[in-house]
C-alpha cells in the first residue's frame, strides 16, 4: 500500500466518529489508572497526531474532556522513578506535537489570519483576558493569579483550534462534533457511575475522611452523600461537571432533531437519559434551575418555528406560570422576617452564599478598580468564613466573582464579553446557534449560584460550541444553514 494512500488511511480515521469513541474509552481507562499525568500525555500525543496528519478539529471536545478528566489521582508523589518517568513521557509527547502543530501553523498562517481576523468571540476573550493581566498590579498571591489566567486561557486556545480546524460549512464535520458532545455526556455518565459504586463499597472509609485539611460530614447513607455534593470526579466537584452534561443534553436535543439516521437519534435519546439521571443525583439547585429555564426557552424556539402566531401566548403563560410559582415557593415562608430576609435567610444560608455574597461584595467595594486579582477568591472567602470552615473556592455567583478579583475593569469586560456571546447567536436563521444560545443561557443562570464564568473546566465546552457559529460577515456563504 502506497504511504499517501497509509496517510489518507489514518486522517479519516483521525476524523471518524469510532476515533471520538476510542478518545472517550481512554479517558475512562486513564480516570481509573491511577496513573498521575496518563491524561496529559494521551492528549498531547493525540492532539500531534491529528495536527501531524492534517486532520480536522471534530475530536476536540473530546480531547478536551480527556485532558481535564483523565486521572483520579487525588495526592501527588514527586518522589521516585515512576513520577520521573511520567515526566520524560509527557516530554516525548509534547516535543513532536509542538512541532507539527507549529508548522501547521506556519504553513497555513494565510488561511488562519482570515479566519481569525476580526471575529468577536477572540476578541471579547482577549479583552477579559487583558483585565486580568492587570490585576497582577494588585495581587498578593502572583502564583494563583498566573494559574487562573493560563487555566482561563484554554478558552483562547481552544477556540483558535477550533476556529482554524473545523470547517463550519461541512455538515458532515458538525455531524462530528455533535457526536462527540454525546460521548462526553457518556464518558461523564461512566465515570460517575464508577464513582457511584467506589461511594457505596467505601461509603465508612469516606465518613469523617480528612480532605484538604478539613473534615467531611458524616454520612449515614449513599444519597445523604449524594446529598452533600461528593459525587465528584476529582477534576471538579458535581456542581461544576453538572453543567458540562446540561450543555450536551440540549445540544443532544438537537442532535436527535437533526440527525437523519436512526442509531444516531438512538445515541441521542440515550445520552439525554443519563443527562437527565446525573442532574437528579447530584441534586444540583443551580444547574437545575438553569436547565429548567432554557427548557422554557427551548419551548418557546419550537412554537415559533412552528407556529410563530403562538408565541405571544405562550410568553402570556411563562410569566403566570413565573408568578404562581414564586408565590407557591415563598408564601410559606413569610412571616415575621422581612420577605428579602427570608429569600437570603432561607434559601441561601443553608449553603452560606449569603455570608460569602455579602463577603464578596465588601471585598469589591474596598478593591472596586482591580479587584484582589484574579483566583485570589479562596484567600478572601477564608477570611469571610473563618479558617476552620470548610473551604470554598470562588464567591459562588460570577458577577461577585469578577467584580472582587478583577475590579470594575474586570466586570466592563466581564459584560462585553457576555454581549459577545449574545450576538454571536442572536437572531441566527439557524437551528444549530438557537440551542448553542440556549445551552449558554443555561450555563449563564447556573452561574449565578456556582462560578463558572470565566473559568473552569466546564466553559471551555461552551466556547467551543459558540466557536461553531459563523461570524455575521460569513453568514451567507455557509452551506449548512437550516432554514
Same mark, same amino acid.
Given at each position: 500500500?502506497?504511504?499517501?494512500?497509509?496517510?489518507?488511511?489514518?486522517?479519516?480515521?483521525?476524523?471518524?466518529?469510532?476515533?471520538?469513541?476510542?478518545?472517550?474509552?481512554?479517558?475512562?481507562?486513564?480516570?481509573?489508572?491511577?496513573?498521575?499525568?496518563?491524561?496529559?500525555?494521551?492528549?498531547?500525543?493525540?492532539?500531534?497526531?491529528?495536527?501531524?496528519?492534517?486532520?480536522?478539529?471534530?475530536?476536540?471536545?473530546?480531547?478536551?474532556?480527556?485532558?481535564?478528566?483523565?486521572?483520579?489521582?487525588?495526592?501527588?508523589?514527586?518522589?521516585?522513578?515512576?513520577?520521573?518517568?511520567?515526566?520524560?513521557?509527557?516530554?516525548?509527547?509534547?516535543?513532536?506535537?509542538?512541532?507539527?502543530?507549529?508548522?501547521?501553523?506556519?504553513?497555513?498562517?494565510?488561511?488562519?489570519?482570515?479566519?481569525?481576523?476580526?471575529?468577536?468571540?477572540?476578541?471579547?476573550?482577549?479583552?477579559?483576558?487583558?483585565?486580568?493581566?492587570?490585576?497582577?498590579?494588585?495581587?498578593?498571591?502572583?502564583?494563583?493569579?498566573?494559574?487562573?489566567?493560563?487555566?482561563?486561557?484554554?478558552?483562547?486556545?481552544?477556540?483558535?483550534?477550533?476556529?482554524?480546524?473545523?470547517?463550519?460549512?461541512?455538515?458532515?464535520?458538525?455531524?462530528?462534533?455533535?457526536?462527540?458532545?454525546?460521548?462526553?455526556?457518556?464518558?461523564?455518565?461512566?465515570?460517575?457511575?464508577?464513582?457511584?459504586?467506589?461511594?457505596?463499597?467505601?461509603?465508612?472509609?469516606?465518613?469523617?475522611?480528612?480532605?484538604?485539611?478539613?473534615?467531611?460530614?458524616?454520612?449515614?447513607?449513599?444519597?445523604?452523600?449524594?446529598?452533600?455534593?461528593?459525587?465528584?470526579?476529582?477534576?471538579?466537584?458535581?456542581?461544576?461537571?453538572?453543567?458540562?452534561?446540561?450543555?450536551?443534553?440540549?445540544?443532544? @436535543?438537537?442532535?436527535?432533531?437533526?440527525?437523519? *439516521? /436512526?442509531? $444516531?437519534?438512538?445515541?441521542?435519546? &440515550?445520552? %439525554?437519559? !443519563? #443527562?437527565?439521571?446525573?442532574?437528579?443525583?447530584?441534586?444540583?439547585?443551580?444547574?437545575?434551575?438553569?436547565?429548567?429555564?432554557?427548557?422554557?426557552?427551548?419551548?418557546?424556539?419550537?412554537?415559533?418555528?412552528?407556529?410563530?402566531?403562538?408565541?405571544?401566548?405562550?410568553?402570556?403563560?411563562?410569566?403566570?406560570?413565573?408568578?404562581?410559582?414564586?408565590?407557591?415557593?415563598?408564601?410559606?415562608?413569610?412571616?415575621?422576617?422581612?420577605?428579602?430576609?427570608?429569600?437570603?435567610?432561607?434559601?441561601?444560608?443553608?449553603?452560606?452564599?449569603?455570608?460569602?455574597?455579602?463577603?464578596?461584595?465588601?471585598?469589591?467595594?474596598?478593591?472596586?478598580?482591580?479587584?484582589?486579582?484574579?483566583?485570589?477568591?479562596?484567600?478572601? @472567602?477564608?477570611?469571610?468564613?473563618?479558617?476552620? *470552615? /470548610?473551604? $470554598?473556592?470562588?464567591?459562588?455567583? &460570577?458577577? %461577585?466573582? !469578577? #467584580?472582587?478579583?478583577?475590579?470594575?475593569?474586570?466586570?466592563?469586560?466581564?459584560?462585553?464579553?457576555?454581549?459577545?456571546?449574545?450576538?454571536?447567536?442572536?437572531?441566527?436563521?439557524?437551528?444549530?446557534?438557537?440551542?448553542?444560545?440556549?445551552?449558554?443561557?443555561?450555563?449563564?443562570?447556573?452561574?449565578?449560584?456556582?462560578?463558572?464564568?470565566?473559568?473552569?473546566?466546564?466553559?471551555?465546552?461552551?466556547?467551543?460550541?459558540?466557536?461553531?457559529?459563523?461570524?455575521?460577515?460569513?453568514?451567507?456563504?455557509?452551506?449548512?444553514?437550516?432554514?
Amino acid at each position: 500500500m502506497e504511504k499517501t494512500a497509509i496517510k489518507n488511511i489514518i486522517k479519516s480515521f483521525l476524523e471518524s466518529k469510532l476515533f471520538i469513541a476510542v478518545i472517550g474509552l481512554l479517558t475512562v481507562i486513564s480516570w481509573q489508572s491511577g496513573v498521575m499525568y496518563l491524561s496529559y500525555i494521551l492528549f498531547t500525543a493525540l492532539l500531534g497526531l491529528v495536527y501531524a496528519f492534517k486532520a480536522n478539529g471534530v475530536s476536540f471536545i473530546s480531547l478536551y474532556i480527556l485532558l481535564i478528566g483523565g486521572s483520579s489521582v487525588q495526592s501527588y508523589d514527586v518522589k521516585g522513578t515512576t513520577h520521573i518517568t511520567q515526566i520524560v513521557l509527557i516530554i516525548v509527547a509534547v516535543i513532536p506535537s509542538t512541532f507539527f502543530v507549529a508548522k501547521d501553523l506556519i504553513t497555513n498562517r494565510k488561511e488562519y489570519f482570515c479566519k481569525l481576523k476580526n471575529d468577536g468571540i477572540i476578541r471579547c476573550m482577549l479583552l477579559l483576558t487583558a483585565a486580568m493581566l492587570l490585576t497582577f498590579i494588585t495581587t498578593e498571591h502572583y502564583g494563583s493569579t498566573a494559574v487562573y489566567i493560563l487555566k482561563y486561557s484554554l478558552n483562547i486556545w481552544f477556540a483558535l483550534m477550533v476556529i482554524t480546524k473545523v470547517d463550519i460549512s461541512d455538515r458532515a464535520q458538525i455531524d462530528n462534533i455533535m457526536f462527540s458532545v454525546g460521548i462526553m455526556v457518556l464518558t461523564i455518565g461512566v465515570e460517575a457511575g464508577l464513582r457511584l459504586i467506589y461511594m457505596k463499597n467505601h461509603l465508612d472509609s469516606m465518613r469523617n475522611a480528612n480532605m484538604g485539611g478539613y473534615k467531611i460530614v458524616s454520612y449515614p447513607s449513599l444519597w445523604k452523600a449524594l446529598k452533600s455534593k461528593q459525587l465528584g470526579l476529582y477534576w471538579a466537584v458535581s456542581n461544576h461537571w453538572i453543567m458540562i452534561t446540561n450543555v450536551g443534553l440540549i445540544m443532544m @436535543i438537537y442532535y436527535m432533531v437533526s440527525t437523519k *439516521k /436512526i442509531w $444516531l437519534k438512538v445515541f441521542a435519546g &440515550c445520552t %439525554i437519559a !443519563i #443527562a437527565i439521571i446525573l442532574a437528579i443525583l447530584t441534586r444540583c439547585r443551580g444547574g437545575l434551575f438553569g436547565l429548567a429555564i432554557s427548557m422554557v426557552i427551548l419551548g418557546y424556539v419550537v412554537i415559533c418555528r412552528l407556529n410563530p402566531s403562538k408565541a405571544r401566548m405562550f410568553i402570556k403563560l411563562i410569566y403566570v406560570g413565573s408568578a404562581v410559582a414564586f408565590v407557591a415557593i415563598f408564601a410559606h415562608k413569610i412571616g415575621d422576617k422581612a420577605f428579602e430576609e427570608e429569600i437570603f435567610d432561607g434559601i441561601l444560608d443553608p449553603n452560606g452564599r449569603n455570608i460569602i455574597y455579602a463577603g464578596g461584595i465588601k471585598v469589591f467595594s474596598d478593591n472596586w478598580l482591580l479587584g484582589t486579582g484574579a483566583g485570589t477568591s479562596k484567600y478572601s @472567602i477564608m477570611e469571610i468564613l473563618g479558617k476552620n *470552615k /470548610i473551604m $470554598l473556592i470562588n464567591y459562588h455567583n &460570577c458577577f %461577585i466573582q !469578577i #467584580a472582587a478579583t478583577c475590579g470594575i475593569i474586570g466586570i466592563v469586560s466581564f459584560l462585553v464579553y457576555i454581549l459577545g456571546c449574545l450576538l454571536r447567536v442572536y437572531k441566527r436563521n439557524m437551528l444549530l446557534a438557537s440551542f448553542v444560545g440556549i445551552t449558554f443561557v443555561c450555563s449563564f443562570v447556573h452561574g449565578q449560584f456556582d462560578t463558572f464564568f470565566p473559568s473552569s473546566e466546564s466553559m471551555v465546552v461552551l466556547t467551543i460550541l459558540l466557536c461553531l457559529i459563523p461570524r455575521r460577515q460569513l453568514i451567507k456563504i455557509v452551506k449548512n444553514e437550516e432554514l
